[in-house]
């Protein structure tokens, strides 16, 4: 395991650019993704390396639990 380095946290930045790693995934499984992140949110005080592989996580099994397709909304507020 590597050291936790918690900093200010764009959360719609880790967001953003996990979208864009997973892009090609969701084309291929006919997954139609559509994102509301509200700019006014703060930053938070986080280990932004944790949080992307969280929220990578996340998505990983919401792609498992749609082998079908369908819809997958992202919202920060």
Do not use: G
């Given at each position: 395991?590597?050291?936790?380095?918690?900093?200010?946290?764009?959360?719609?930045?880790?967001?953003?650019?996990?979208?864009?790693?997973?892009?090609?995934?969701?084309?291929?499984r006919?997954?139609?993704?559509?994102?509301?992140?509200d700019e006014r949110v703060p930053r938070v005080f986080a280990d932004r390396e944790s949080l992307h592989q969280v929220f990578l996580n996340l998505v990983n099994n919401s792609l498992d639990a749609m082998p079908e397709g369908g819809k997958m909304e992202f919202f920060t507020r």
């Open positions: 395991r590597r050291p936790i380095s918690p900093e200010p946290t764009d959360i719609n930045a880790i967001v953003k650019e996990l979208l864009q790693l997973v892009a090609p995934l969701f084309e291929m006919n997954i139609h993704v559509s994102q509301n992140l």
